[in-house]
């Protein structure tokens, strides 16, 4: 028996016993999770601006090839999805180049009131519910406020995907481990930017270190009314959104 479905084995008797099974890890079990304080590391977030987003998909595709994310359209670490506000009231949502939110039936041109793109992807939380539900603390959150999967750890178990509100988890076909954005954090370590913020001709997404003052994040973070998505579950998203619509989910 492999070291994975050992692990799934005690996972499942665990918690049919009712037992807490966060034990089976050690060091990432007490990942910081404190929110936005005052320390030497940074404490890494991304701002999207609504009203600069074209739709373009080239922060998709560079996620895709950055990261190796299977070509398939309903595999992603980052999607945009099209709002159309209708004249009777109804919200019209196309997801861009996926498979996770298909495109509903094309609005006549003289019904839409008014459209927008909105990027999203995973937010990065200050207090993640995927690291509260993973058994074998696969999950993590890092020192910078980054939010990982260890592929070693991880048992495919998809209780992260399940715990995510924001619907930024699958489980990669090939390597049966739940994959979603990590900010690039092989390109950051380095000093480089996330590669959507990169590819970004509009410059709609801008990412930075939300504890300096100094940091393109917390320029557009002051001058900006600022929004998350879901902030009644508490969960401090750490991706922020200028000029988001009410509509937006």
Not at 27 to 44: D, L
Not at 98 to 126: G, H, M, W, Y
Not at 128 to 139: D, E, L, M, S
């Amino acid at each position: 028996m492999n070291r994975r479905s050992f692990l799934q084995k005690i996972s499942s008797f665990l918690l049919a016993l009712g037992l807490p099974v966060g034990f089976l890890g050690t060091k990432r079990a007490a990942a910081s999770t404190t929110g936005e304080k005052a320390g030497s590391k940074p404490w890494y977030g991304m701002a999207v601006d609504v009203d600069k987003c074209i739709g373009c998909g080239r922060c998709m595709d560079a996620c895709k090839t950055e990261n190796n994310v299977p070509r398939e359209p309903f595999y992603f670490r980052t999607w945009v999805e099209r709002y159309i506000i209708q004249r009777d009231g109804e919200v019209n949502i196309q997801s861009i180049g996926t498979l996770t939110n298909p495109a509903s039936e094309a609005v006549a041109e003289k019904d839409i009131l008014r459209s927008f793109f909105v990027p999203k992807l995973c937010n990065q939380c200050a207090h993640p519910p995927c690291v509260q539900v993973c058994p074998v603390v696969a999950t993590f959150q890092t020192d910078d406020g980054v939010v990982l999967v260890d592929e070693d750890r991880c048992i495919g178990c998809r209780y992260c995907i399940q715990a995510c509100p924001y619907g930024a988890r699958y489980l990669h076909p090939e390597k049966n481990t739940a994959d979603k954005c990590t900010f690039c954090y092989h390109r950051i370590s380095q000093g480089l930017l996330p590669a959507c913020v990169e590819v970004c001709p509009t410059q709609a997404r801008v990412f930075g270190d939300t504890r300096s003052p100094a940091s393109p994040l917390t320029r557009v973070r002051r001058m900006n009314k600022i929004h998350v998505l879901k902030p009644h579950l508490n969960t401090e998203p750490k991706v922020y959104y200028a000029n988001l619509d009410g509509e937006v989910k």
